[in-house]
């Protein structure tokens, strides 16, 4: 149970978003497993946008699109700027099920993300970013936004359709696959499709690490439209929530040891993440995030 519960504090850390890159389901690594994911995005996006990865003699001419007929019709209505999506994530690493919304108007991006334990998410709002835990009850400003989900990701990359899976008992469905290969996992995403009106159903994303078992992440579309809710792009949160960054090293000692106490959090909890109570004095936002989701809630 520990196991699948820190996969869980590792993909809620990284935003559940996607991620062409392997996600670790060992027990000692979810450190590691942000840490490699980071790098490994970063390193696909360098790939993908840096004009010096490309051949000094490719053409000029813009690059014919690799995107399926169905999926494009996703495309469309992204490209209108402003949309909102709805989904619902299962995964082999985790238990239970998660519930993302990811609101976007043109430059402003709202995402939060429910799970058992409470809700968490990520705004950017007039070219300003921030962190929100409401389990924790903190915030914080970042120069990160909310990352892409899959979906934009396939799109931006352009990548070739494959078929890899053939599943017959997807049959009724539409299905265009697409597949990510880096240099020591392969992101494999099978997207299934109304025939008739081309709406999209669900996708799966299969990660497939070398030396590791699969995981495969099934997200369920319950909506995806233009509409969007303009209440949501707001900062009302900093007037209920504490600001993480903004607390002196005492401060941020009695906020952890509180929370701690309120949601069950044991010493020996603190020792499996090698941390100890005076390391709250300077303990970062996303290692206490990690701590509260593995173990808060008396092992949810």
Known sequence: M???????????????????YGCSGSESSSEN??????????????????????????SSQPEESH????????????EQGSYTLQCTVTSTAFDGEVSITRVVRD??????????????????????SYDFD?????????????ELNVIEEVIRLNLDSTSTHEDSSQSGY?????????????????????????ELIKYTTTYTVEGQDDIVETRTINRLDNNID?????TDFTDSLVDFNSMSEDQRLGFCQGLCGSLGI???????????????????????????????????
């Open 67 to 78: 995107i399926g007929e169905y999926l494009s019709g996703v495309a469309d209505i992204y």
């Open 134 to 146: 409401y389990v924790c009850g903190m915030y914080r400003e970042t120069d990160s936004e909310p």
């Open 230 to 234: 303009e209440s949501v792009f707001n």
């Open 174 to 198: 539409a299905v265009e696959e697409y597949t990510y290969i880096g240099d020591t996992y392969i992101t494999v995403m099978d997207f299934y499709f109304d025939k008739v009106t081309g």
């Open 107 to 128: 430059g402003d991006v709202y995402q939060l993300q429910q799970e058992s334990m409470g809700s968490h998410g990520a705004i950017t709002l007039g070219g300003r």
């Open 33 to 58: 497993t942000a840490s490699n994911a980071s790098s490994a995005a970063e390193r696909i996006q360098s790939e993908a946008s840096d004009p010096q990865s490309s051949s000094e003699n490719e």
């Open 2 to 20: 520990k196991t699948a519960k820190k996969s869980l504090a590792c993909a809620c850390a990284l935003g559940l978003c996607l991620s062409f």
């Open 266 to 300: 044991t010493t020996d909890d603190m020792y499996e993440m090698n941390i100890t109570t005076d390391q709250f004095k300077t303990i970062d936002y996303d290692t206490l995030f990690k701590l509260v989701y593995t173990y808060g809630g008396g092992h949810m």
